[in-house]
């Protein structure tokens, strides 16, 4: 009997795996499902950051010893996601993330179309070989911590995970599209002395509300930090005592609070006491802001958006100072570190993390041969670039020629409440992978 796409992916919508949480429940129901289809599948535990994570690891071998194995095949998908967010917003879900439900050709919640769901239409794919037939390798992995800094996919190439493979298709939302090449990505911490003062006036607390997007298109959001800071910036804020918003730094944030005094100039009535002298913040804010508008000059007609993006994705008090972590998605040319310099004239800035972007030829063998499958299943051939940072960029590190596919529609979809993913890519998606497993691992 065929996988049931849909029951599998309502199973894996209702299996938490956010990503600093870990996804121990997760791998194990991708190892029972790898088993379904007569793969046995192997468990890989890590403490990454004080917390358990998995890599879940199955090989399809050719049925002939002696068949060379050095052009084999990677499939390979992340079944981590980002926090939900507030779940009164997740209201195609009954204001529950992970709950699967239906609405006509679109199933609805976390990790439906970034990305994990896309594993079971790998899975299904390998149901549908004939693998009496395979002469090359197929190896097909689910990875953790993709959303905070690929750390599953970094953990599976040092370990020599690569080896032997050629291929590689990384499962992120393109509604089939085949993504040949996407931008770098880095993230930063921002560190900004604060100093004390004496603040009189009235205490306020102050939620400032924006609207969320995937930090690769920053324009279709709202950045809730950047109105926090021109809130601060507003001559009747006497001191600041609190801040702090975001989540993950790939996320623009929806929401931020802040608590200040906030008073006339001669306004004496209260005394709030001890606070922070926003002024730093707000100054910081702006040449960050300046930075990107001077960025965007340069431009690559391949990405959209074409130039470098940024987003300031999480911020709060620390130790008399004003921590904020921001992201970079340059285009190519444009060096992440140097991008960055003139901030460090207003706060002390560190480089967390940087991964590699992808640049697969228009002309390889495997864009062509998942063209050729687009046409086989008569869905439209579309290849394209993205603009968000993938484990395909690593994976393209280690020498393999790589594509990213999946199911789901990325911009305006991901990382926001409501996240949805089209029930009929599914079935597509998984003959999509058939044919091109077939092209390149059978005889």
């Not at 529950?96 to 609405?103: K, L």
């Not at 063998?365 to 993205?386: F, I, Q, Y």
Request: negative net charge; aromatic residues 4%; contains cysteine.
């Amino acid at each position: 009997m065929a996988l049931d796409l849909l029951a599998w992916a309502k199973r894996f919508i209702a299996t938490p795996s956010v990503s600093s949480q870990g996804n121990v429940g997760m791998a194990r129901l991708a190892a029972d499902l790898l088993r379904s289809v007569g793969v046995e599948a192997r468990i890989e535990s890590v403490v990454d950051e004080g917390v358990e994570q998995c890599t879940v690891i199955a090989d399809v071998t050719p049925a002939h010893p002696g068949t060379s194995d050095g052009d084999g095949v990677l499939l390979l998908t992340h079944l981590d996601t980002v926090p939900p967010g507030d779940s009164a917003l997740w209201t195609r879900t009954g204001c529950d993330p992970f709950r699967p439900t239906i609405d006509g050709d679109c199933l609805y919640g976390l990790g439906s179309a970034d990305a994990k769901v896309d594993l079971i239409c790998k899975a299904a794919a390998l149901e549908s070989l004939d693998r009496g037939r395979l002469r090359r390798r197929i190896r097909i992995v689910g990875t953790f911590g993709e959303e905070i800094g690929l750390r599953g996919a970094r953990h599976f190439a040092a370990s020599g995970g690569t080896q032997g493979l050629r291929y590689g298709l990384v499962g992120e939302p393109s509604d089939l599209a085949v993504i040949r090449a996407h931008k770098g990505y880095a993230v930063f911490e921002a560190r900004i002395p604060l100093p004390q003062v004496i603040a009189s006036g009235i205490p306020r607390q102050l939620c400032v509300d924006g609207t969320a997007a995937h930090s690769s298109t920053p324009a279709l959001g709202s950045n809730a930090i950047e109105l926090a800071c021109e809130r601060l910036a507003h001559p009747d804020v006497r001191g600041l005592v609190s801040f702090d918003g975001g989540g993950s730094v790939n996320v623009v944030p929806a929401r931020a609070k802040l608590t200040v005094c906030l008073g006339d100039a001669d306004d004496s009535a209260a005394t709030l006491g001890s606070s922070y002298d926003p002024a730093p913040i707000v100054a910081f804010q702006r040449v960050f802001a300046r930075r990107l508008r001077e960025l965007s000059q340069q431009r690559d007609a391949d990405f959209d958006p074409d130039h470098t993006v940024g987003n300031l994705g999480h911020v709060q008090l620390r130790d008399g100072a004003c921590v904020l972590r921001f992201d970079l998605r340059p285009v190519p040319g444009v060096s992440a570190l140097e991008a960055v310099a003139p901030l460090r004239d207003f706060a002390e800035v560190t480089l967390v993390r940087e991964n590699p972007p992808l640049a697969t030829p228009a002309a390889s063998r495997l864009v062509r041969v998942v063209t050729e499958a687009h046409r086989a299943v008569d869905w439209p051939s579309k290849v394209a670039t993205k603009a968000t940072s993938t484990e395909a960029g690593l994976m393209s590190a280690q020498g393999l020629e790589v594509i990213v596919m999946g199911a789901g529609t990325s911009v305006g979809n991901v990382h926001k409440p409501n996240e949805h993913t089209r029930i009929s890519q599914l079935s597509v998606a998984r003959d999509l992978y058939t044919h091109v497993l077939r092209a390149l691992c059978e005889e």
